[in-house]
């Protein structure tokens, strides 16, 4: 069984661009959530949905959106990108009513 | 709110000797708890979890974790460190507020193995 698929997997930006970052989930999991690590900060919860609504957010402005499409798929919106949103982007999936998150490998965005 | 704590941002120990991970927790339920594995550029892995059943939990690589309510510890540990074992370990609590499942990490630690 394939595994939580992330792209692009690197990516470079300029300030004040935005970015769209997609996350494919395991087949058959419907719950897809985002995290931002970085160095200051760690691995901080973004977002989460199940069946295209989001469920669950984090404390991050409204510059960071995302949503999820009718086969799971999610994605997620950075705009008018800072240089503080330099980040390694995690999406995780699971299934419905699981407790175990399983991780991509990550979207590294670089914003100069 | 959940929340998890893991001391010591760097741990080092020699190649055959013990590994052990700190983690403490906080909730107000009883939590889910896991511990992640992060290589250089990689996502997480899960290593194990411990979800109200065993308080002994067996998880992959030689790794296992104890969940301790009276020291609301859940800690890491691994009888002979490997080189391979060189990496981040986070450990995380669910918090399932509005239905959802949202993870929680602790700050992280860097673990490195030394010949």
């Known amino acids: 069984k394939a595994g939580v698929t992330q792209t692009p997997r690197y990516l470079i930006k300029t300030r004040g661009q935005q970015v769209t970052l997609s996350c494919s989930p395991i087949?058959?999991?419907?719950?897809v959530s985002w995290y931002q690590q970085t160095p200051g900060q760690g691995l901080q919860f973004l977002f989460e949905?199940?069946?295209?609504?989001?469920?669950n957010k984090g404390n991050f402005p409204g510059r960071f959106s995302g949503r999820q499409f009718s086969n799971s798929r999610s994605e997620m919106n950075v705009s008018t990108l800072e240089l503080g949103d330099s980040a390694l982007y995690l999406c995780?999936?699971?299934?419905?009513?699981?407790?175990?998150?399983?991780f991509g490998p990550g979207t590294r965005l670089t914003v100069l | 709110a959940q929340s998890v704590t893991q001391l010591g941002s760097h741990v080092s120990v020699s190649e055959g000797a013990l590994v052990l991970l700190r983690c403490n927790y906080s909730s107000s339920v009883p939590p889910y708890l896991f511990w992640y594995v992060q290589y250089p550029n990689q996502g997480l892995q899960l290593l194990l979890k411990?979800?109200?059943?065993?308080?002994l939990v067996k998880g992959i690589n030689g790794f296992e974790a104890e969940f301790k309510k009276s020291e609301t510890s859940f800690h890491l540990t691994k009888p002979s460190a490997h080189m391979s074992d060189a990496a981040e370990y986070f450990c995380a609590v669910s918090d399932f507020t509005g239905g959802g499942n949202k993870l929680t990490f602790g700050t992280g630690t860097q673990l490195k193995v030394e010949l």
């Open positions: 411990y979800t109200s059943a065993a308080t």
């Open positions: 949905y199940f069946s295209e609504t989001q469920r």
């Open positions: 087949s058959g999991h419907r719950s």
């Open positions: 995780a999936s699971s299934l419905v009513g699981g407790n175990e998150q399983f």
